[in-house]
């Protein structure tokens, strides 16, 4: 019994020797609750991606003017990339986003689909601003929330629709002058 004392004893300084257990890694940072309005707002921008991404892809076989087909394919690559995005925030949140469009939006989807040329070029632009201009009040809801990333998910979108908005505008004028004939009597 000695001995073991005198081992435990001779033992002791070198246990205070080791150095300290390695430090546990930070725990990643929990996302902030989503509100009942974040997660709506979040669906709502991503029906309004989905329904712009759309029309877009319709310009490509329905327009007429190269303007137009390019202002498409520039407004199909930002909304594709805004949608990622947001699936990326969803997923964050355990949400899941909707695949395709919301009724309403199909039907105008439908309506744009059916014509070609410059009755296409016409009714794309203004398609593409009043879906833009509708979901401002979607914009303004996100506000007031607390999620950084959601935030500035609903920047970018209005930002996007900005664009688009601007686009039209500048091509309404474009679309709407009609050429008339003087008819001599």
């Not at 877009?56 to 990622?84: G, M």
């Not at 964050?92 to 009724?103: G, I, R």
């Not at 629709?161 to 601007?166: G, L, V, W």
Request: aromatic letters at 4%; a positive charge.
């Amino acid at each position: 019994m000695k001995a073991g004392l005198w081992i435990g004893l001779a033992a002791l300084p070198l246990c205070a020797c080791t150095p300290g257990y390695p430090r546990l890694p930070p725990l990643p940072d929990k996302a902030p609750p989503f509100t009942t309005a974040d997660a709506a707002f979040l669906q709502q921008a991503n029906e309004h991606d989905l329904t712009q991404i759309a029309l877009s892809k319709l310009a490509v076989d329905h327009a007429r003017a190269t303007e137009v087909k390019d202002l498409a394919q520039t407004t199909q690559k930002n909304y594709e990339a805004h949608r990622k995005t947001l699936a990326t925030l969803a997923s964050k949140h355990d949400l899941t986003l909707t695949e395709t469009p919301l009724a309403n939006d199909q039907a105008a989807i439908d309506r744009v689909s059916h014509l070609h040329g410059p009755a296409f070029d016409k009714a794309y632009v203004t398609a593409l601003r009043d879906e833009s201009q509708a979901n401002e009040k979607a914009i303004a809801s996100a506000t007031g929330t607390k999620d950084s990333d959601l935030k500035s998910a609903a920047t970018g979108l209005q930002k996007l629709d900005e664009q688009a908005i601007s686009s039209a505008y500048s091509w309404m004028p474009k679309l709407a002058v009609r050429k008339t004939h003087k008819v001599a009597r």
